[in-house]
């Protein structure tokens, strides 16, 4: 019973955080401030990692990756943005984050930490899109555009990139497995 009641605090808790930084974040800096969008990404990104993982499972047909996919992915910057975090040590650190996790083999495992990335990525670009079309809808188009941006930064670029890498992996078992004799 207490694992049921685990996912539905972190669903409860990362949405207040969110929402309730995005409020605070308007009613005290205003929707056209720059600092405004980085707050409620903040909320969102927190929001996301709390979240997330109570949706890792919903519709997970979503996690096939198309061919066209990672070359579209190329064309808008995110193997170059994959690089920076590279060079910068970000993915090391996710890295040993993903094998430090107890379970099945590492290549699973990393393939479900691509999965529960995604996933909370998703819910924050959802989140960005909301306030996005709310800022616009109530006359801040600088808020809006401000918030796109940063999202897309944000989320965009993470779920392209483990897109991306779940791709190259599941390619790589695909070729390697061996063939059934006919």
Not at 23 to 49: C, E, N, R, T
Not at 126 to 151: D, E, M
Not at 152 to 181: A, C, E, N
């Amino acid at each position: 019973m207490a694992e049921r009641g685990k996912p539905f605090g972190s669903v409860v808790a990362g949405l207040g955080i969110g929402v309730g930084l995005a409020v605070a974040g308007w009613s005290a800096i205003g929707p056209d401030h720059p600092v405004f969008a980085v707050v409620a990404q903040a909320g969102f990104l927190l929001m996301a990692l709390l979240v997330g993982p109570a949706l890792v499972d919903v519709g997970r047909s979503r996690y096939r990756v198309r061919d066209t996919e990672p070359r579209l992915y190329a064309l808008v910057g995110a193997e170059a943005v994959r690089r920076v975090l590279d060079s910068v040590g970000w993915n090391r650190i996710i890295s040993r984050m993903r094998h430090s996790e107890s379970g099945s083999s590492m290549v699973s495992r990393f393939l479900r930490g691509t999965e529960q990335s995604e996933t909370a990525h998703l819910l924050g670009a959802v989140a960005t899109a909301l306030l996005a079309v709310l800022a616009a809808a109530t006359g801040h188009a600088q808020g809006s555009a401000q918030l796109l941006l940063t999202g897309f930064v944000l989320h965009g670029y993470p779920v392209m990139i483990q897109r991306m890498v779940r791709f190259t992996i599941v390619s790589r078992q695909t070729r390697t497995s061996p063939k059934p004799y006919c």
